[in-house]
């Protein structure tokens, strides 16, 4: 794929849908002649620290309770070596390489700012990794997020000095390997190098920057999935007027009242029911305003955070000019670690309130719908073990909302003795978000039944199509079959965004546009 659009590491401001473009190669990184100063100059400001002798922490001292043993100018390449080995500590599956990638480029970003001490020949090697699709192995587990990501950013790193495991040409095999058919040879780290390269927060962050992108997908769905629902129980349109939703003004509200809106624009099946004696519809139709808005700014807060993070410089000790060095705790993931707490939770909810629609849907209690969302029920369960699926998933998610930021073991001898746990934070929000993809798949299937109810009444065109593409990969149950097979399909609708691109081409061909006043900033990351 070709790399028109140019990145400059270090210089231009980062986003998740750029690190996403780097990670799949339609977005070239580069480094500026500025930038490669830059670095080169912090490079000497360590040389020139090693030189006088004076004690800087990590350039010739020991790590964390070993802060205050001198390292002889002879032994500092050495202790830069051995870190990397001492803290490939990691444990379990290892990560997605797609996820490997990603922590790749936001350390070469981070590193590229020229607060680090890196040399460039380093640097260049990591742009060789991301270039040459040569990403390193990283187990899941085994950090605390206190120093950073130290384990799993030692076995990402641990390929510079020829150690670890790469994934390569669709093959796992060893730095070894890969140096013997590529002809490379491994690097001898100079003083600070190898703490620059594991201090950082690029593992939480690059679990930030997918929970973004898949959550984005989510929300995105939950609105559609949700306003396909509301047509087929014949809910109410006025909890999503615009009116309502300027008295409590909320970012999240009035995006997704105003999707909704739209989603709905020209329906018949609004206008069949619009003097229905029916008060009010339960919350989880009537309240997707406020439900799914509240997900959506959850989402909004961690974007905002993440791209400060993305921007930053995360390791220690920092650089900053030829009298100042710093030895301070840019590292400590607790900023992200809440801020990812706060997303799982807010993923949770948004499968909580589609089990309780699909819930709805099996009640009969919406005209022509019938009981369980089939007419010939007896010797047919019809729907009714779908939503067994959707509160397994539910409860699994509750469950793992616990916050990981709450808790902190201390580590380092009782030198890091407040942690933030954000690796777990980041790892736990994806399981999340994970389930939710399967209950909105279910959700989808059971709104697509009760919409089939509706005819010969149409909705909006944007929905009615929706449920044409539909059709085209679940067929309508008459009766029992094996649903396992349609919710499969379902799942891979929902994680292909399918249906999401299918609104957007429609909306293009019939020149509509969402009613939102906050499209931008809920649309873009």
Excluded at 158 to 184: A, M, R
């Amino acid at each position: 794929m070709a790399k028109d659009r140019k990145f400059q590491f270090g210089e231009d401001n980062l986003t998740a849908s750029i690190a996403l473009g780097l990670a799949k190669g339609t977005i070239k990184g580069i480094f500026s002649e500025e930038c490669l100063k830059n670095v080169n100059a912090s490079h000497q400001r360590v040389q020139r620290i090693v030189e006088k002798g004076d004690t800087v922490y990590g350039i010739n001292t020991g790590f964390g309770p070993l802060c205050n043993t001198k390292i002889s100018k002879e032994d500092t390449k050495i202790l830069q070596s051995n870190i990397l080995q001492s803290h490939s500590v990691g444990v379990g599956e290892p990560i997605s390489n797609e996820l490997a990638k990603i922590m790749l480029i936001l350390k070469i970003h981070a590193l590229a700012k020229g607060f680090s001490g890196i040399a460039e020949t380093t640097l260049q090697r990591m742009l060789w990794h991301l270039e040459n699709d040569a990403i390193p192995v990283v187990p899941s587990q085994g950090s605390v997020g206190a120093s950073g990501d130290l384990a799993p950013l030692s076995h990402l790193f641990l390929p510079l000095i020829g150690l670890g495991k790469v994934k390569h040409q669709g093959k796992t095999i060893t730095s070894k390997e890969l140096f013997q058919q590529t002809g490379l040879q491994p690097l001898e780290l100079g003083p600070k190098e190898g703490l620059a390269l594991i201090n950082g927060t690029q593992f939480i962050a690059a679990h930030g920057v997918m929970v973004i992108h898949k959550l984005q997908y989510c929300l995105r769905h939950a609105d559609i999935i949700g306003s396909m629902m509301l047509e087929g129980l014949q809910g109410s349109m006025k909890p999503f007027f615009e009116e309502l939703h300027q008295l409590r003004p909320f970012k999240g509200n009035q995006h997704v009242a105003g999707r909704i809106r739209t989603l709905l624009q020209g329906s018949e099946i609004l206008e069949d029911h619009i003097d229905c004696e029916r008060v009010q519809d339960p919350y989880s139709l009537r309240c997707m305003p406020q439900v799914h808005g509240a997900s959506r700014n959850a989402w909004l807060h961690l974007k905002e955070l993440l791209e400060i993070e993305l921007n930053s410089v995360t390791d220690n000790p920092v650089i900053i000019n030829d009298e100042l060095t710093i030895s301070g705790g840019n590292f400590h993931g607790q900023p992200l670690a809440m801020a990812l707490d706060y997303a799982a939770l807010a993923a949770s909810e948004i499968g909580n309130i589609s089990d309780r629609r699909i819930y709805l849907a099996l009640e009969g209690n919406s005209p022509g719908v019938p009981k369980l969302l089939m007419k010939d029920t007896g010797i047919n369960s019809g729907y009714m073990i779908l939503q067994y699926t959707s509160a397994a998933l539910a409860s699994e998610n509750k469950s793992l909302c616990f916050p990981a930021s709450a808790d902190s073991i201390p580590t380092s001898l009782g030198q890091e003795d407040h942690v933030s746990m954000g690796s777990i934070s980041g790892r736990k929000a994806l399981n999340i978000i994970e389930n939710v993809e399967k209950i909105l798949a279910i959700e989808l299937l059971t709104a697509a039944q009760a919409f089939e109810y509706r005819k010969p009444l149409k909705s909006g065109v944007l929905l009615d199509e929706i449920h044409t593409f539909l059709r085209t990969k679940v067929a309508f149950a008459e009766n029992d079959r094996v649903f396992a097979d349609d919710i499969e399909k379902g799942i891979e609708i929902i994680q292909n965004r399918e249906i999401i691109d299918l609104v957007e081409s429609v909306m293009k061909e019939k020149e509509l546009s969402w009613n939102t006043p906050h499209l931008e900033a809920f649309e873009t990351y």
